[in-house]
């Protein structure tokens, strides 16, 4: 897949084609070819494809010089990269990568530009490596991929953001709320996604075609500011950039199941997918051990995988276990999980001094006038700094309570880095901190030291899953970085508690976004609550992404919990085979009203899986389900209640879509679909 002849670099599969030329100028991409339709991407074979600010020096790929269309001045650049060698590994899983190194003689530095790409992915991936090899060195400003790509000419090309759903203007900058960009033409229905997994308020696009880069993936340099200082005999990685190209429809939910393939391989193994009852809505801090031995049979008896218990559970004393709640400790609740057949969760704050107020005051994180920063609009609580002492006594703490508490799912909250909900500053001003020098470093350096605590936790044990909150993550949209840190990851707020607020409709809507083209089975989408008012339709809304449930099970009717124990078991019978990775959604990227119906389906790439459809107050008789990419097969479709068959088709007919109805009694229902023994459909 990776060839080399004099100086030219060629990463290339049956789908897709890179070329890369090395000369005296530097470095470049020549060519990007779609080899589906034999198209060329690349518009400018002349421009650099990567750009960093090395101790106040710009520093391009390649450089030649000409005018700018922002001010008219010439920009030229000195030569300042000489080639050192390259090398070519085969990996584990098929993939291989190609890596080129670059001296930089005046600022003692090594570069490494890395490439990976697989069998059967129209794409590769890039990466970047700095070597510090002499004093000290600082690495800022950096776009380590830079792309003048377009599937035909830009001006019949539009660009969209918010993962493909959100038209944007032909030219502009993304500053922190932008994992992917897709751009596709309609007249040729040719397209590429440009995905990044830059953490958090980090991420940053630069998007402006008529510029010699184009399309500019980065780091953040104004309100996150990125900066390394690496000393001799230190390095730095950047995270991954993605490149996919396709030809068909752009809402092609197969292209979109593709790529969110190719993100899934750098991802870590996903854990049981399960549905997840978490204690927070409708008990907040008010759990005891009564009430929670009581939720854990009735949980356990609806078929639920994991019991999370939430906030609450321990004083202010060192996050003690509250003996007035828990008289025997936190171990019985646990204890009484782990009997019913379930795993065991906690939440946990790591953010802020929350649960030991006042405590370590070396390891909190300061804002820009050097005062504690304090967490939300209260103020009550000071916010810690990951990248500071603190980070070795959380890999302390959480592999204590795991072995107090024979923890299986960690929920590991609060902002400290940035919030979600923009009312607290980036970063951290301290100059006394361990691992960041000050505010210019502090954002990346507490990344990677939440990193840090998850591989240093999972190096004891392996099988923990960890979930880096969204509120501790710092965005509101769950991103590929924040499922390269998490198995789960915990992405919003949204709940059913208060239906005049937020209904269930409006949650599909929301997951259905989230989860375009992030692996929707990693993504625990929202609280939604089971407390006996529209129990099947929020049951069945929390399958579009990892089922994670709330609400008082105690409310629940005998009735109604045998329907969802029903569709729960029929849940469990798939993904005992492992997680659903496809989804498909009925409607297109089109908004539900509510006189729309809603409906989609997530399936294994073996064949089997589940279809919800939601009538909503839609008048039509009946849904159709439109399922791409099923293996050659009969399928056979029975109603996870009923277990009433309802048909049986071939996966031709399921591309062109079926009907099915609503059931009378409801306006929702789940469908169990898996190859049939019959040869010829009936249905």
């Known amino acids: 897949m990776i060839k080399t002849e004099n100086n030219r670099y060629t990463l290339e599969n049956r789908l897709f084609t890179r070329e890369i030329a090395v000369d005296a100028d530097g470095i470049r991409t020549v060519s990007i070819i779609n080899r589906m339709t034999g198209r060329e991407y690349v518009k400018r074979p002349d421009a650099a494809e990567f750009q960093v600010t090395l101790n106040r020096d710009v520093v391009r790929s390649y450089n030649k010089p000409e005018y700018h269309v922002l001010d008219g001045n010439l920009v030229t650049a000195d030569v300042l990269l000489a080639f050192e060698g390259h090398a070519i590994t085969v990996g584990s899983t098929g993939n291989e990568i190609l890596e080129l190194r670059f001296k930089c003689e005046k600022h003692q530095a090594l570069i490494h530009v890395i490439y990976e790409i697989y069998p059967d992915m129209p794409g590769c991936s890039k990466w970047m ?8 060195l600082h690495v800022s400003k950096l776009f380590f991929e830079m792309l003048n790509t377009c599937p035909g000419e830009f001006a019949d090309a539009e660009f969209f953001k918010k993962q493909g759903t959100v038209l944007s203007q032909p030219m502009f900058a993304a500053c922190g709320d932008e994992d992917i960009i897709q751009v596709h033409d309609m007249e040729i229905d040719e397209g590429l996604f440009v995905g990044s997994a830059v953490p958090g308020a980090l991420r940053y696009f630069m998007v402006y075609p008529v510029w010699p880069s184009g399309i500019s993936c980065g780091y953040g340099m104004s309100g996150a ?51 997840m009852y978490c204690t927070w809505l409708p008990f907040l801090k008010n759990i005891n051990e009564t009430l929670l031995l009581d939720l854990a049979d009735r949980a356990a008896a609806l078929g639920f995988k994991y019991f ?48 030991a107020a006042g405590s370590s005051q070396d390891t909190f994180a300061l804002d820009y006038h050097g005062l504690p920063k304090k967490f939300g609009f209260g103020g009550e609580y000071t916010c810690r700094c990951l990248a500071s002492g603190h980070r070795d006594f959380l890999v302390e703490k959480l592999l204590a309570l795991v072995e107090q508490y024979n923890v299986d799912y960690f929920k590991l909250d609060f902002s400290c880095i940035s919030s979600p909900y923009g009312i607290t500053p980036y970063g951290c001003s301290s100059t006394a901190h361990a691992y960041h020098r000050d505010a210019s470093d502090s954002v990346i350096r507490q990344y990677e030291s939440m990193m840090h605590v998850r591989n240093e936790v999972k190096k004891a044990h392996a099988n923990l899953v960890i979930d880096f909150s969204f509120e501790t993550f710092g965005t509101e949209f769950p991103s590929i970085g924040a499922l390269k840190f998490s198995e789960l990851h915990h992405a919003s707020n949204m709940n059913t508690t208060k239906p005049e607020i937020v209904d269930a409709r409006k949650i599909r809507n929301t997951l259905y976004n ?20 529209n129990d099947i339709e929020h049951l069945l809304t929390a399958f579009i992404a990892a089922p994670l449930l709330a609400g008082d099970l105690r409310k629940i009717t005998s009735e109604n919990c045998m329907v969802i124990s029903s569709i729960v078991s029929a849940l469990n019978s798939l993904t005992g085979y492992g997680p659903l990775t496809e989804l498909c959604k009925f409607r297109g990227d089109m908004h539900i009203a509510k006189q729309d119906w809603d409906g989609f389906a997530r399936y294994s790439r073996e064949g089997r899986g589940i279809v919800c459809l939601f009538k909503n ?56 679909f898996s190859k049939s023994k019959q040869s010829h459909p009936t249905g």
Not at 129 to 136: A, P, R
Not at 644 to 656: P, R, S
């Open 129 to 136: 490596q700095f070597d510090s090899l002499g004093g000290q």
């Open 308 to 355: 999370v218990v939430d906030d609450g559970w321990f004083t202010g004393s060192g996050w003690e276990a509250d003996k007035t709640k828990f008289p025997n400790g936190m171990e019985i609740v646990s204890e009484r999980i782990r009997a019913k057949g379930m795993k065991f969760g906690l939440w946990f704050n790591i953010g802020t001094d929350y649960g």
């Open 514 to 533: 989230f989860c375009t083209l992030l692996p929707a089975e990693r993504i625990l989408g929202s609280l939604i609550c089971l407390q006996n008012v």
């Open 617 to 672: 107050q839609s008048a039509s008789r009946c849904g159709t389900v439109t399922i791409p990419q099923l293996p050659k097969a009969v399928y056979s479709f029975v109603d996870a209640v009923s277990k009433e068959e309802l048909g049986k088709w071939n996966a031709d007919e399921l591309h062109a879509g079926v009907e099915m109805e609503w059931l009378k009694h409801n306006n929702c229902r789940a469908v169990i």
């Open 225 to 275: 500011d990125f900066n390394i200082y690496l000393k001799v005999g230190e390095s730095f990685s950047t995270d991954k950039a993605y490149l996919f190209l396709y030809n068909g429809v752009k809402t092609d939910p197969g292209i979109r199941n593709r790529f969110r393939e190719m993100i899934r391989r750098d991802l870590p193994a996903c854990p049981d997918n399960g549905v």
